[in-house]
C-alpha cells in the first residue's frame, strides 16, 4: 500500500494515500470556515492582483510599441508615438504601484482576521475539551500549536499567498502576452516548460517529507524546552540537566540536519531553475536574431520576446519559496485542524436538566470505569452518600480513589451505569448547575496571576469584597493574607509563586467556602500543609464541611477523623464501609492504617 509520511502528535507517521486525503480535506474544511467571513475582501484583493499584475505584464509590450513605432515616426519629426508609449509605461507603473500598496492593506487585514479567528478558536476549543485530553495531550504540543503553528500559517497568509497569486498571474499573463506578440517565441517557452515540470516535482516530492520533519523537529524543540521549563525543580533537584542538555542537543542536531536538506534542495534547484531560464532566453534571441535579420519581425518585438522569456521564469523562485512556507503551514493546519476536530469525551446534554438548588445527594448505580477496554480501573459498584454526609476515601496509591471523586465531578463518564445528584444523571444535568453545585479542590491548588482577592473570588466572581474577606476567615487563611504585602491585593505572581504552597490551599480552601457548593470534593487538598498548619485548618475544614456533601481523599488520618464515613478502596473496589470508630474497632484494613499511623506519631 503506498504511504506518506506525516505527523500524528510529534511523531513521524506513515500515513496511507486514504488518510493524507483525509487530512487534507480536514484541513481545506478548516481553511475554508476560516475565509469565509472574509470572502469579499478575498474577492477585492483578487480584482487588485489581477489588475496590478497585468499592469506590469504590459510594460515590455508598450516598450515594443515605442522602438517599433515610435522611432520612426520620431525620425519624420512626429513625437506622439514616443510620448504615448512613455506616458503609457508610466501610467501601468503608478497604476501597479498603488494597487499593490491598496493590496497590501487588504492582505493584512485578511491575514490578521483570519489567525484572530484561528487563535481564539483553538483557545476556547481547547479549554472546552475534556480532563482526558489534557491529560494525554502535553503543554508542550498545546502551545506549540498556538505558537509556531500559527506563525507558519501568518507567513503563509503574509507572503505566501501573495507569492502564488501574484506569481502564477504574472506568469499566465506574460506567455499570453509573449504569445500575441510572437507566437514563435511562444513555442520556445512552451518547450522550456517540460524540463521545468519535472525538475518542479522532483523538488515538490522531496521538499514535502523535508518540510514535514522540519514541522516534526521544530514541535520536538518547543515540547522539550517548555517541559524542562515547566519542571525546573524537578530537573534541578535531580540534576537532570547534564541528560537534558543530550537530549535537547540531539533535537537540535536533528533540526539541524532537516532544514539543511531543505537548503540542499534549493541549491541544486534553484540554480537549475536559472540555467533553464538563460537558456530559453538565449533561445528567443538566437531564432529571433535571425527572423529580424530576415525582416520576420521587428527589434522591437524581439525586444520584448527576450524580457517577457527573462521575466517568466522570475517567479518561479518565489513560487518555490512558496512551497516551504506551504507545506509548513499545511503541516501546521493539520495538526491544529487536528485538535479542533477532538471531541468533549464528556459532552454537554443536548437536553440539560436543570437543577438550581441541590441538595447534595449522590448515587453511583451500577457504576464501571475504564480508560481503555482492557484496563479497568473501577469494576462494576453502586455506592449511595446521603445529602450532608461527609466521606472519606482511603486506600493505598492507585486504588482508584481520585478516579471516584472524577466521576462526581462529571470530569470523567462511566463506562458503564449512572452517577446522579438528587436523582438526575450527571450526564443530563445543565453544566453551569453541576459546576456550581460540585466543587473539587485538588492538592495543586492552582493560582491564577493576579490579587488574592481576585483567585478567592473566583468561586463567586460576583462576591462582594466582604464576604471574601468573610470566606477567608472561615478557613483560617485572613491571618497570613493580612500579613502579606498589601493584604488582599497582593499579586501571587504566575502560578502563586508569592505564596507558599500550603498558603495556596488555604486561598483554594476559601475559594470553595465562597462558591458555596452542594458537593464539596477534596482530593489529596490538605497535603501541601505542615502539620501545625494542618492541626490550624481543621476547624476551618469544619466549617467549610458543614451542611455540605463532601469526599475526602486522604492519606493523612487526622483528615479523616472528621469525617462520618469511610470507605476503603483496593484495587477500585470499596473492601470497607462505616464510621471511623466502627472501623477502627474492627480490626480490618482501616484500623491496621490507623494503628500504623498512631504508631508514627509516636
Known amino acids: 500500500m503506498s504511504t506518506v509520511i506525516g505527523v500524528q502528535g510529534e511523531e513521524r507517521h506513515e500515513y496511507t494515500k486514504a488518510e493524507s486525503r483525509s487530512l487534507r480535506t480536514r484541513s481545506l474544511r478548516l481553511l475554508g470556515s476560516l475565509l469565509h467571513p472574509v470572502r469579499r475582501m478575498l474577492w477585492a484583493t483578487l480584482a487588485i492582483v489581477v489588475v ?40 501601468t507603473g503608478a497604476v501597479g504601484a498603488f494597487l499593490i500598496a491598496a493590496y497590501i492593506r487588504l492582505a493584512a487585514r485578511i491575514s490578521q482576521a483570519v489567525l484572530i479567528d484561528l487563535r481564539t478558536r483553538v483557545f476556547l476549543h481547547t479549554q472546552k475539551l475534556s ?49 500575441w506578440l510572437d507566437w514563435l517565441s511562444g513555442l520556445v517557452l512552451l518547450a522550456a516548460l517540460v524540463p521545468l515540470a519535472f525538475l518542479t516535482r522532483w523538488f515538490q516530492l522531496r521538499s514535502q517529507a523535508y518540510f514535514r520533519r522540519s514541522r516534526v523537529a521544530s514541535a520536538k524543540l518547543i515540547v522539550q524546552f517548555v517541559e524542562t521549563m515547566t519542571g525546573i525543580r524537578a530537573v534541578q533537584a535531580f540534576r537532570k540537566e547534564r541528560r537534558n542538555e543530550r537530549e535537547f542537543g540531539e533535537l537540535v542536531e536533528d533540526y539541524r540536519d532537516v532544514n539543511a536538506k531543505v ?3 534549493f541549491a541544486i534547484y534553484n540554480p537549475l531553475l536559472n540555467l533553464m531560464g538563460y537558456a530559453a532566453v538565449a533561445t528567443v534571441l538566437l531564432i529571433g536574431g535571425f527572423r529580424v535579420v530576415d525582416g520576420g519581425i521587428e527589434v522591437g518585438v524581439l525586444l ?49 436538566v436543570d437543577l438550581w438548588t441541590a441538595s447534595g445527594d449522590v448515587r453511583f448505580d451500577g457504576v464501571e470505569f475504564a480508560y481503555t477496554p482492557d484496563r479497568v480501573i473501577l469494576p462494576r459498584f453502586d455506592l449511595d452518600i446521603p445529602a450532608g454526609q461527609t466521606i472519606a476515601l482511603v486506600g493505598s496509591t492507585g486504588a482508584g480513589k481520585s478516579t471516584l471523586a472524577k466521576l462526581i465531578a462529571r470530569f470523567y463518564d462511566p463506562s458503564s451505569g449512572t452517577v446522579s445528584l438528587d436523582g438526575v444523571d450527571l450526564a443530563r444535568l445543565h453544566p453551569k448547575d453541576l459546576r456550581r453545585a460540585i466543587v473539587m479542590v485538588t492538592q495543586e491548588a492552582y493560582l491564577f496571576s493576579g490579587s488574592v482577592a481576585d483567585n478567592i473570588g473566583l468561586g463567586r466572581p460576583d ?11 472561615a478557613v483560617g487563611a485572613h491571618e497570613f493574607i493580612e500579613s502579606l504585602p498589601n493584604g488582599y491585593d497582593t499579586d501571587v505572581n504566575k502560578r502563586g509563586g508569592r505564596v507558599s504552597a500550603g498558603q495556596r490551599q488555604l486561598i483554594s480552601f476559601a475559594r470553595a467556602f465562597l462558591a458555596n457548593p452542594a458537593v464539596l470534593i477534596l482530593d489529596e487538598a490538605t497535603s501541601s500543609l505542615d502539620i501545625p498548619s494542618e492541626r490550624a485548618v481543621q476547624e476551618g475544614l469544619q466549617t467549610l464541611l458543614k451542611g455540605r456533601t463532601a469526599v475526602i481523599i486522604a492519606h493523612r488520618l487526622s483528615t479523616v477523623a472528621i469525617a462520618d464515613r469511610v470507605l476503603v478502596m483496593e484495587r477500585g473496589r470499596i473492601v470497607e464501609d462505616g464510621s471511623p470508630d466502627e472501623l477502627i474497632g474492627g480490626g480490618g484494613r482501616f484500623a491496621a492504617l490507623h494503628s500504623a499511623w498512631q504508631d508514627s506519631l509516636v
Open 263 to 265: 537548503l540542499a534542495l
Open 131 to 179: 480532563l482526558e485530553f489534557h491529560e494525554s495531550y502535553t503543554s508542550g504540543r498545546i502551545i506549540s500549536r498556538q505558537t509556531s503553528d500559527l506563525d507558519a500559517i501568518r507567513e503563509l497568509l503574509d507572503e505566501g499567498i501573495n507569492q502564488l497569486i501574484r506569481g502564477v498571474l504574472y506568469m499566465v499573463f506574460t506567455a499570453i502576452a509573449l504569445v
Open 304 to 352: 520584448a520576446a527576450v524580457l517577457y522569456t527573462k521575466r517568466f521564469f522570475d517567479p518561479m523562485e518565489e513560487l518555490a519559496m512558496f512551497y516551504n512556507s506551504y507545506q509548513s503551514a499545511a503541516s501546521a493546519l493539520e495538526k491544529i485542524s487536528g485538535v479542533l476536530e477532538e471531541e468533549p469525551s464528556v459532552p454537554d446534554p443536548a437536553d440539560p
Open 463 to 473: 462576591a462582594p469584597f466582604d464576604e471574601i474577606v468573610r470566606a477567608a476567615k
Open 52 to 91: 496590478s499584475t497585468a499592469a506590469q505584464v504590459a510594460g515590455p509590450a508598450i516598450i515594443a510599441y515605442g522602438i517599433d513605432q515610435g522611432l520612426p515616426a520620431l525620425l519624420a519629426q512626429d513625437w506622439m508615438p514616443v510620448g504615448l508609449a512613455g506616458l503609457a509605461y508610466v501610467l
